[in-house]
């Protein structure tokens, strides 16, 4: 079982649109979580933290469950730019190993 | 302040060659790490370094790969006699001295590797 799961997607939607995706991960060691955002085989780069209560950044909101083990990112009022793959990463506590999830598209259309 | 720098960004190589990867971290941070992505897949951790030692090769595969962390110069990352599976994009991350949080990593353009 990958240590990292994500649906893949594309996820198309309209700009404007809401659109909210999950990942799943089977380390119940896991203690960091981060969304990054990745363009086309570009080098990821780090969007956000996602902490135990849930946070906000703009029109990005990231919550964790740690008793069902996903996280989840939602993005408000879809922005053409917004098009990319977000990759959930978790790693254990201060550990430097990074696992990545193999990424959701996401596609925004005027 | 310059980023993280790889080069060469592109290397195509035919299978038996060698590949040698370098990876430049940003100016002050002495901790590299090197990540390989698969087609269609995330991106998996392979070896940690510092200047002149390997902390953590746990990732690498047992034969072909190496890499190398000298007092000067570049990190490298060396795959030797290349096979079509070693065709991916190996990405370069550098974190400052005396980090504790593993998102400080910051990742450079990557370099893929085409195998023919």
């Known amino acids: 079982r990958k240590e990292v799961e994500q649906d893949p997607g594309p996820f198309n939607v309209p700009e404007g649109a809401t659109v909210a995706f999950n990942c799943t991960y089977s380390?119940?060691?896991?203690?960091?979580f981060f969304w990054y955002r990745q363009d086309c085989r570009k080098e990821p780069k780090l969007l956000m933290s996602?902490?135990?209560s849930g946070n906000e950044d703009g029109r990005f909101t990231a919550q964790l469950n740690r008793a069902s083990q996903y996280i989840s990112l939602l993005i408000r009022d879809s922005k053409l730019s917004d098009s990319a793959t977000y990759l959930c990463?978790?790693?254990?506590?201060?550990?430097?190993?990074?696992?990545f999830g193999a990424g959701t598209t996401v596609t925004v259309r005027a | 302040n310059a980023g993280v720098m790889q080069n060469p960004r592109h290397l195509v190589r035919r299978r038996g060659q060698e590949a040698r990867l370098r990876c430049s971290p940003m100016k002050g941070h002495s901790h590299v790490y090197w990540y390989r992505q698969l087609p269609e897949e995330g991106l998996k951790f392979m070896v940690y370094?510092?200047?002149?030692?390997?902390?953590?090769e746990s990732g690498m595969p047992k034969e072909r790969f190496s890499a190398e962390f000298p007092k000067e110069g570049p990190s490298i990352l060396r795959i030797q006699q290349v096979v079509r599976g070693d065709s991916a994009a190996y990405f370069c991350?550098?974190?400052?001295?005396?980090?504790?949080?593993?998102?400080?990593?910051?990742f450079g353009p990557g370099t893929r590797l085409t195998v023919t």
């Open positions: 380390n119940s060691a896991s203690q960091s």
């Open positions: 370094l510092q200047k002149e030692n390997i902390i953590d």
């Open positions: 990463v978790v790693s254990r506590s201060n550990d430097y190993k990074l696992s």
């Open positions: 991350a550098s974190s400052p001295e005396g980090f504790r949080s593993s998102y400080e990593q910051y």
């Open positions: 996602v902490y135990s």
